[in-house]
């Protein structure tokens, strides 16, 4: 169970990495645009345990899941115990009284407990709706812990240690769910229980929506829909087919990529998951780091936050970059959209060890839709691309408030939420498309090959005082690349103020290697570049200020993947935004007008 394991053998680059993009576009007399992918869609597989007992057949011995113990050895869950262990706890489950007619919550982290809970429940065609650890930690957590138990009406919460969430098991317990720990389920030897058929209609999980655009929701998954959206992937990425994947990944299992495309994509192909135990988030790099010292993964999947975290230190530390790089096919970023400079960077130092560039990939989609549902399938020479619609999916560009809002069909779509017909009812459109809210446009208006460009979410967007309209999206991607790596993350402002303003969070390296008067001169600098050569107010930042504390998980301000949801942070720092709209401004307010750069008005 311990022996080291540093995952798939090295090869040389694979070639063809992708399947090239063939769209079949179709303009409309109502101005909006269909856009489908000519590609099949093969059959996919009918459940996620069939990935499970062929790969406990093929390689019985080869790593599934890895996470570090408390002496910081790598533990290893083999395919064949995996299987075997998935049979054992389903039938315990079953042995226990639980049936599919109540789902399970899963109250754990990333971890090996968690994912034999995951594939157990499976095996016993029970769902699972897994909640965020970091709610069981807070009153204002365990609020959102009872909504979520109050939709879902569990039989029990599975836990992988009961003492870390003490008061909310109780809190649970009062409500009448029951608490079953790790220790006590897979100690059980009355797993005699006959396991379910499975199909692929079959309920596997509920995943609550990041509530980025407005409360949470609960998303059901069939089998068939997992495995259908990643069918989609294969179609476009075949190197995946050529050599088992090695991941290190930390993004959460309660929210939909790392929850079914991570898991799924090792999962389907052989692969071995190296589970990280960092984040992004302060205090989380330095494990991300020893872990990617150790492991070389052949695909990383990460947000911008992460790749912007982890790039001082591949730049600093030539064996760290050399090892990162060593059997690397593709980068993945997800949850928002990385900033020029990360991608250069990043690029920079790909072509210093390989030689050429590497592919930086992104998608788009929801957790609503499986979640990818257009996906980058071609080496492109910056960010902003968002890729072409996946094999048998349909996306329409339908004309919403001056854009075109993203609108997707697949097998992959969730057919609507746990207990919310309303909700369900305006979720979809006349012709069955879920409307996510998303706008985008295609890159080239007469190549649908040359893919889309994210365009921002249109519930985020809002008007200033003067009627204009502030796209946040593209706004805070273009303040980012205007400030060179310094800004992490920035909150743009304001519904109906004079002019849009940035309260804004620093790269603490960077940040930390400036002194206070060439900090602000770089901010200001880049507030005078961000203005260069723009005309309209919607694309200008006149003042820009330094955020007085981080963004709070606890209040909303930011999800577990990292990204800062703009409506809960503006309503939380409303002081903050007054001092920055106060006449005159106060010296610490950094402004426009203070700098001018050639080809800037300021």
């Not at 769209?23 to 409309?28: D, G, K, L, T, Y």
Request: net charge neutral; charged share 20%.
């Amino acid at each position: 169970m311990n022996a080291p394991h540093s995952g798939a053998q090295a090869v040389p680059p694979l070639m063809p990495l992708f399947a090239p993009p063939d769209i079949e576009m179709q303009r409309r007399a109502d101005g909006s645009v269909l856009l489908r992918s000519r590609k099949a869609l093969s059959p996919p597989d009918e459940h996620l345990l069939v990935w499970m007992a062929r790969w406990a057949d093929e390689a019985p011995d080869r790593p599934f899941m890895a996470e570090r113990d408390a002496s910081g050895q790598w533990r290893h869950w083999r395919y064949a115990d995996a299987w075997r262990d998935a049979q054992a706890t389903g039938a315990g489950l079953l042995a226990r009284g639980h049936s599919s007619t109540r789902p399970l919550l899963i109250l754990a982290p990333n971890g090996l407990a968690h994912a034999r809970f995951l594939f157990g429940a499976m095996a016993a065609a029970i769902p699972v709706a897994p909640v965020t650890p970091q709610y069981a930690l807070s009153p204002a957590g365990h609020a959102k812990i009872a909504k979520i138990a109050d939709l879902v009406n569990p039989s029990a919460v599975l836990v992988d240690d009961a003492t870390k969430y003490e008061d909310a098991l109780a809190m649970l317990a009062a409500r009448g769910v029951p608490v079953v720990s790790a220790q006590e389920l897979f100690a059980s030897k009355a797993a005699t229980a006959r396991l379910p058929t499975i199909t692929g209609a079959t309920p596997a999980k509920i995943l609550f929506t990041s509530g980025s655009t407005g409360q949470p929701k609960a998303v059901v998954y069939t089998h068939r829909m997992m495995t259908s959206n990643l069918q989609m992937t294969l179609e476009l990425w075949p190197f995946l087919n050529e050599r088992n994947p090695v991941l290190i990944d930390w993004l959460p299992w309660t929210h939909v990529f790392g929850a079914n495309n991570n898991i799924n994509t090792t999962l389907a192909r052989g692969g071995t998951m190296h589970i990280d135990a960092g984040s992004p988030r302060p205090g989380g790099l330095e494990q991300t780091l020893a872990n990617l010292r150790e492991i070389a993964p052949t695909l990383y999947f990460n947000v911008p936050a992460g790749f912007a975290g982890l790039l001082s230190h591949l730049e600093n530390d030539r064996t760290l970059c050399t090892h990162f790089f060593s059997r690397l096919d593709a980068i993945f970023y997800a949850g928002a959209a990385i900033s020029g400079d990360t991608w250069e960077r990043l690029q920079r130092l790909a072509v210093a060890q390989r030689g050429s560039p590497i592919p930086i990939t992104c998608g788009w989609g929801a957790t609503e839709t499986g979640p990818t549902a257009t996906l980058i399938h071609a080496l492109l020479d910056g960010p902003g691309n968002i890729g072409t619609p996946v094999p048998g999916g349909e996306l329409k560009l339908a004309p919403v408030a001056g854009k075109y809002e993203l609108r997707f069909k697949s097998p992959s779509v969730t057919t609507g939420y746990l207990g919310n017909p309303e909700a369900t009812r305006l979720a979809f459109d006349e012709e069955g498309f879920y409307c996510t809210g998303d706008a985008g446009r295609l890159a080239d208006p007469d190549d649908p090959n040359k893919g889309l460009v994210f365009d921002g979410r249109i519930a985020e967007d809002f008007k200033l005082a003067t009627g204009t309209w502030v796209s946040v999206g593209p706004l805070r991607v273009a303040l980012l690349a205007a400030a060179d790596g310094l800004i992490a993350e920035a909150l743009i402002l304001a519904p109906n103020r004079p002019y849009s303003a940035a309260l804004v969070w620093l790269d603490p390296v960077m940040a930390k290697s400036l002194d206070t008067e060439a900090l602000r001169t770089r901010l200001r600098a880049a507030l005078a570049r961000l203005d260069a050569g723009q005309s309209a107010s919607s694309l200008r930042i006149e003042r820009l200020a330094i955020a007085a504390s981080p963004p709070s998980m606890d209040a909303g301000e930011i999800n577990e993947k990292a990204y800062l949801v703009q409506a809960v942070a503006r309503d939380r720092r409303a002081s903050e935004i007054d001092a920055l709209y106060a006449e005159p401004a106060d010296p610490q307010i950094i402004t426009l007008s203070v700098i001018t750069l050639k080809g800037s008005k300021a």
